[in-house]
């Protein structure tokens, strides 16, 4: 349990069994008033926000949150199929859920997911990815315009911009957190 | 700026005083906890020893010291912040706000703000007259709700700080006054409208400088409304404070009186240009 005193940005508490990150916190009190704990909280499971205000005698349930291992399966009329490798136990994730991710989701591949009580909220992925270049375009030398990278697809159908030597059929390594380029994979 | 403060208060005949930080009985108030020392507190506010100093017939006192209390931690609030106190026999609490207008005035001066500040992209003018505005014209303006409404749901201070404080001193600075009489603790009420308080609080740029009061002299209704205000407490289940027997006892000795206390600290955050009250001190609690 948490008193109103306790809270503060990033804490994750549960209301009417939503969990809630606190995305803003101030401590107010008006001249000879009582105190008030003004937050912004966002909703973890459908991302609405709001603003509120509580006062020092209100009380929150903590949000009972854990993240999984679980393997990447298949992806089928929008949902993603996920399977946890100790009880074989699956679940679905929507691609809102999934997000930014989506571009991401080699076959098998190993993710965490965020569960509140039993409800997935959102996986995170390894930070680098190796993938293989399925489409790119030669690259012209002296071509000035372009500047010095170019257009690729990745396996997953993710686009982005690489060195002009990348060739298709290489494979290259991604930050899954901004998106970009890394490097070169020998082999 | 504390240099230029002085200056005013010692230019106009103001008595500098000091009085003890650490004492048997703060003031109960609703909504302020002490933090103890010992059997003893540290003060929450000066005020109740300097008018045991009014009552022992200083007529015009000033002091800048340090007030402590617990739990208040915020962009705008310290547990440990710095307080200037100023009092005037005689007097009633319009003195005062003529005391505001020429004294944040001159301390801009000195710092060659001249006759404007700029808070946080607000430019508010400091040419006086300053705004003044009842509690209940502000709700009305701003709340959508009336300050009984507000009262009555015991909303009055989510609507003060969420609705009506952020359109408080936007052009000039505002003096916000005639506060319901319930909330006004130290405050002697209106002799023609029992219904409200002498107390105002100065706002600019939406952030509450000052409280003053013209001060509540009669002994007896002072000891209701502090064994009120200790009820309360007992009701929130917050520290019971004994109470200042000796500063009761003094009051019946008091003269009218007008009393004022503004944040330091705020002051400092708004001639500054600083968004925290974290910027204008050397040390935080949290960097100790």
């Given at each position: 349990m948490y008193t109103a005193s306790d809270l503060r940005k990033g804490l994750r508490i549960k209301i009417d069994n939503d969990p809630y990150i606190v995305t803003e916190f101030n401590f107010v009190k008006p001249g000879k008033g009582q105190a008030l704990y003004r937050c912004k909280l966002?909703?973890?499971?459908?991302?609405n926000q709001f603003e509120r205000t509580f006062r020092s005698v209100d009380i929150f349930e903590a949000a009972d949150m854990q993240e999984k291992k679980m393997q990447y399966l298949y992806q089928e009329e929008g949902k993603y199929c996920f399977m946890?490798?100790?009880?074989y136990e699956q679940v679905f994730l929507s691609a809102d859920q999934v997000g930014e991710a989506q571009n991401f989701l080699l076959d098998n591949i190993e993710v965490e997911i965020l569960f509140f009580e039993d409800r997935p909220l959102g996986i995170s992925l390894p930070n680098f990815i190796d993938v293989v270049v399925t489409k790119a375009d030669p690259w012209a030398k002296g071509?000035?315009?372009?500047?010095n990278t170019k257009p690729v697809t990745v396996q997953t159908g993710y686009q982005l911009q690489v060195p002009p030597f990348i060739e298709e059929g290489e494979k290259i390594r991604i930050d899954t957190r901004s998106g970009e380029y890394l490097t070169r994979v020998k082999g | 700026m504390t240099r230029s403060i002085r200056r005013f208060f010692l230019d106009q005949g103001f008595l500098e005083c000091e009085t003890p930080?650490?004492?048997?009985?703060?003031?109960?108030?609703?909504y302020i906890d002490a933090v103890a020392s010992g059997e003893w507190f540290l003060q929450t506010s000066p005020e109740l020893c300097m008018k045991r100093l009014l009552a022992a017939g200083y007529p015009k006192i000033f002091q800048i010291c340090k007030c402590f209390r617990a739990g208040e931690r915020g962009a705008f609030h310290l547990p440990e912040f710095t307080m200037l106190e100023w009092y005037r026999t005689g007097t009633d609490y319009r003195t005062l706000m003529d005391d505001c207008e020429g004294l944040i005035a001159y301390a801009a001066g000195e710092l060659g703000l001249g006759g404007a500040v700029s808070w946080q992209g607000k430019r508010v003018a400091l040419l006086p007259p300053w705004e003044r505005i009842t509690v209940r014209e502000a709700f009305d303006r701003?709340?959508?709700?009336?300050v009984e409404e507000a009262l009555g749901r015991g909303c009055f201070d989510e609507i003060m700080v969420c609705k009506v404080e952020p359109h408080l001193g936007m052009e000039r600075p505002v003096f916000l006054c005639e506060?319901?009489?319930?909330?006004?603790?130290l405050a002697r009420v209106n002799a023609?409208?029992?219904?409200?308080?002498?107390r105002f609080e100065l706002y600019i740029a939406g952030l509450e400088l000052a409280n003053a009061f013209s001060?509540?002299?009669?002994a007896a209704e002072q000891r209701r409304r502090f064994e009120k205000a200790s009820r309360d407490r007992r009701l929130q289940n917050c520290p019971a404070y004994p109470l200042p027997e000796r500063f009761l006892t003094a009051l019946s000795r008091m003269p009218p009186s007008a009393g004022i206390a503004l944040g330091i600290d705020r002051l400092a955050m708004i001639l500054a240009d600083q968004a925290t009250i974290d910027a204008v001190v050397a040390f935080t609690p949290e960097s100790l």
């Open positions: 966002k909703n973890m499971m459908n991302g946890d490798n100790q009880n071509d000035s315009v372009s500047g | 930080l650490r004492i048997p009985a703060p003031a109960p108030e609703s701003y709340a959508g709700l009336s506060y319901p009489a319930e909330l006004g603790a023609e409208n029992p219904e409200v308080a002498e001060e509540l002299t009669d």
